[in-house]
């Protein structure tokens, strides 16, 4: 069974640039994570999807930050304009269906440095 | 709020020896408990979860947990460690009546195991 795929593994961008993350989760799973986990400290969640639908996004910052899972499959975490406090590894999550004692399942994330 | 904290940041171990990652956390109510290891350049991977029973719980690789309700903890421990074990070890909770199942993290432990 596939894992769950993250693209780009990493990415450079200059500060208030733009910039875009993939995720295909594990084929089946309802429920879709994005976590942001910034250097020495725990994924934090940014928002979380029923199907297309959004169930969680209140950590995530709406002026920059924006998601979407339009057919309830592959997703798109964007920033724009990136900030310097945005870098940080963003790791995706996938759950079967997003029941609080089901297993989630991450990516291997995608490293953001913002210069 | 529910929190987590992770007391120690670094536990360099030798190879073979037993060891202990600490984990407390804080909430007002009942909790489901997990514990993620992260490899480098890798995403989590579950290696176990306290949802009830039995406080003690055993994982993958050897690893397991005692659940401590009064002393509110969930030490993960293993009684002998890898050289393959070096990794982050992410303590998480969450609310069993929060039907997203989202997770809040501990700011993670290094373990080094040297031979």
């Known amino acids: 069974e596939a894992g769950v795929a993250q693209s780009p593994r990493y990415k450079i961008i200059e500060k208030r640039q733009s910039v875009a993350f993939w995720c295909n989760p594990i084929?089946?799973?309802?429920?879709l994570y994005w976590y942001q986990q910034i250097l020495g400290q725990g994924p934090k969640l940014l928002i979380q999807?029923?199907?297309?639908?959004?169930?969680?996004d209140s950590q995530l910052p709406k002026d920059r930050f924006s998601a979407e899972r339009l057919k309830g499959v592959d997703s798109t975490l964007k920033i724009q304009p990136a900030k310097l406090e945005d870098s940080a590894v963003y790791l995706c999550?996938?759950?079967?269906?997003?029941?609080?004692?089901?297993?989630?399942?991450f990516g291997p994330g995608t490293r953001l440095l913002v210069l | 709020a529910q929190s987590v904290t992770q007391l120690d940041s670094q536990v360099p171990v030798f190879e073979e020896a037993p060891v202990e990652l600490r984990c407390n956390y804080s909430?007002?109510?009942?909790?489901?408990l997990f514990w993620y290891v992260q490899y480098p350049n890798q995403g989590l991977q579950l290696l176990l979860k306290?949802?009830?029973?039995?406080?003690l719980v055993k994982g993958i690789n050897g690893f397991e947990a005692e659940f401590n309700k009064s002393q509110t903890s969930f030490h993960l421990r293993k009684p002998s460690v890898h050289i393959s074990d070096t990794a982050e070890y992410f303590c998480?909770?969450?609310?069993?009546?929060?039907?997203?199942?989202?997770?809040?993290f501990g700011q993670g432990t290094e373990l080094s195991v040297k031979p």
């Open positions: 999550a996938s759950s079967l269906r997003g029941g609080v004692m089901e297993t989630q399942y």
């Open positions: 084929s089946g799973h309802a429920t």
């Open positions: 999807f029923q199907n297309n639908g959004v169930v969680d």
């Open positions: 909430s007002s109510v009942s909790v489901y």
């Open positions: 306290y949802l009830s029973g039995s406080t």
């Open positions: 998480a909770v969450s609310d069993p009546y929060n039907q997203g199942g989202k997770l809040i």
